[in-house]
């Protein structure tokens, strides 16, 4: 439905106010009026009008002080004022443009020059919404992203407080996208009361889902770091107690917090502070003080991305090998494809160090790739079975998919000796991949291993979804099972499972002839360790 457009007639003469009605009555507005200054703001308040005209002298307020109060409040900044006036005095008009007016119309006024300007003022006012609903939030109708990046830019000594709602992302799981709204905008509501005094003057943004900002000039530099941190604490606690409740439902509210000072990257900083505190886990982060940790970070991730990349191209992604001891026969039967790299100056690096920055970039597929060529290419010069880690990540991958199954159909002699090592991986976005992958290598030939079993939550309800042939039990329930009873226990549990299902198990992390004494005792299948040998170049064992 059409909107018509609002003018509001401010002056203290009701004839004025009908004259100026009568101009306009074709135009297709909505004419309001009030008498005075103070009526006026009343009314912008209550009516948010296109255009207003103000008449410059009337009791009680005149429109010099109502223009300058309208146009204080943020919401108004923008809306059109013509003053109306009898005044030819320079002074007055140098006032009333100082004070926020807009143009001036002559009184007594042209009525085709009234209709004119509100015509030109209105189109102006149309835009002017437009690029103010563009600076807010539609969900809670907070300034955003982009006013912050605005008013970051045009502040001298800004303070800048950014707070996420804890683990948001995981709301839509639980709550239907409404009601996450819903909490977002009862959240937003609330933070006011939740501040500390201190930071009642603070701007608050809602910058995206779950995260907000608050903004401080501090021209005089009066906030201490001990003043924001102390804010910063009563506002994290004053949170924590707060529950929204609606309908049915009710939440607990935690947050994140990171807070910075300066001019000079003010958000990439104080963003930067909230990334490394939901990293570590912490609540409340002061930026400037961690900022050249991150920054000596990020160094160290291009260093080892170039690494990476540097590898990749000279063929320096390579495969080492674990032997697997079988505790029956007391041979080596299988082994185990180690992902390593080669820097340029030949040092061997373990996956610690590269395959998480690998993750995050475009490099971690290609580095699965290689280490299933590397493996795939160790069958061919070894009788042993070959047993290949795979993650979530990996088998929802289309080319990694492809590249194994095409090599199954053409190699199907070497099926029997593939084992394919499942990562324990709790961001599985399509279960339906991984069961139809799992049946169709299994028709080749292929075993399934659970790897680190023992070491997440959701072990035992993968043995019904995997139908594994083999269990690696996590290396932290068996390098201390020498020592520990408790571990103890829970491996021999483990092991009669499993034997009662008929699968085999594996001991992994096994450093010593104690803990080997111990596993061989349980009756565990095979052992894996560096007391049998560490991982080392296959074609060199």
């Known amino acids: 439905m059409h909107k018509k457009p609002i003018v509001l007639i401010v002056d203290d003469k009701k004839d004025n106010r009908f004259m100026a009605k009568v101009a306009l009555k074709n135009q297709d507005y909505e004419l309001y009026e009030a008498v005075d200054g ?33 146009k204080s409040i943020e919401k108004f900044e923008r809306v059109s004022i013509l003053m109306i006036t009898a005044s ?57 992203k982009t006013a912050l990046f605005q008013d970051i830019k045009h502040s001298i000594n800004a ?22 709204n819903q909490i977002e905008i009862e959240f937003a509501q609330s933070v006011p009361k939740l501040l500390g005094k201190k930071c009642i003057s603070a701007k608050l943004y809602h910058i995206n889902d779950g995260e907000f900002a608050l903004l401080r000039e501090d021209i005089d ?41 300066g001019n000079d990257n ?52 390579v495969s080492y090998f674990q032997p697997l001891y079988n505790n029956k026969t007391k041979e080596i039967e299988k082994y185990e494809s180690l992902v390593r790299l080669i820097d340029e100056d030949g040092k061997v690096i373990s996956p610690f160090f590269f395959l998480d ?3 995050k970039g475009k490099y971690y597929i290609e580095i699965t790739k290689q280490v299933l060529l590397n493996s795939f290419k160790a069958l061919e010069n070894t009788s042993k079975d070959i047993s290949i880690n795979l993650s979530a990540t990996d088998i929802e991958n289309d080319y990694i998919r492809y590249t194994i199954m095409n090599f199954l159909q053409v190699n199907s002699q070497y099926g029997s000796r593939i084992v394919f090592e499942l990562l324990e991986d709790e961001n599985i976005k399509d279960f339906n991949i991984i069961i139809d992958f799992i049946d169709k290598v299994k028709s080749f030939g292929v075993k399934i291993a659970i790897d680190d079993f023992g070491s997440g939550y959701s072990n035992f309800e993968r043995l019904l979804d995997f139908k594994p042939n083999i269990l690696k039990i996590d290396g932290s329930l068996i390098k201390n099972i020498d ?58 064992v």
């Not at 950014?162 to 239907?176: A, P, Q, S």
């Not at 707060?242 to 807070?259: A, G, H, R």
């Not at 990439?268 to 940790?293: C, F, P, R, S, W």
């Open 88 to 144: 030819t005095q320079k002074d007055d008009k140098i006032k009333a443009l100082e004070y926020g007016v807009n143009d001036f119309i002559s009184k007594p006024f042209d009525k085709q020059e009234l209709i004119a300007r509100c015509r030109s003022y209105i189109n102006l006012s149309l835009v002017n919404k437009q690029y103010i609903h563009a600076l807010k939030t539609k969900t809670t109708n907070l300034p955003n």
């Open 221 to 261: 530099n009066k906030i201490s770091k001990e003043d924001a941190h102390k804010s910063c604490e009563i506002f994290y606690r004053n949170t924590k107690d707060f529950t929204i409740y609606f309908d049915n439902y009710q939440y607990n509210i935690n947050i994140i917090i990171s807070f910075a000072k």
């Open 266 to 317: 003010l958000f990439k900083m104080a963003k930067a502070g909230l990334n490394y505190a939901i990293k570590e886990q912490k609540n409340i982060v002061y930026a400037n003080d961690i900022i050249k940790t991150i920054q000596e970070q990020a160094q160290i991730n291009i260093k080892t991305i170039n690494m990476i990349k540097k590898a990749l191209q000279t063929n320096n992604i």
């Open 483 to 540: 020592k520990d009873p408790f571990s103890r226990t829970i491996v021999e549990t483990m092991y009669n499972f499993a034997l009662q299902m008929g699968i085999q198990t594996v001991a992994e992390f096994v450093h010593s002839k104690e803990v080997l004494d111990i596993i061989q005792e349980i009756g565990i299948d095979y052992t894996q360790g560096y007391y049998i040998s560490e991982p080392k170049d296959l074609f060199k």
């Open 38 to 70: 103070k009526e006026a703001i009343e009314k912008t308040k209550e009516l948010n009008p296109d255009i207003i005209l103000m008449d410059a002298i009337m009791p009680n307020m005149d429109g010099y002080e109502a223009t300058k109060i309208i």
């Open 357 to 359: 920055i690998a993750k």
């Open 159 to 180: 303070k800048l407080v950014l707070f996420k709602i804890e683990n948001f992302e995981l709301l839509e799981e639980f709550y239907t996208n409404e009601l996450s």
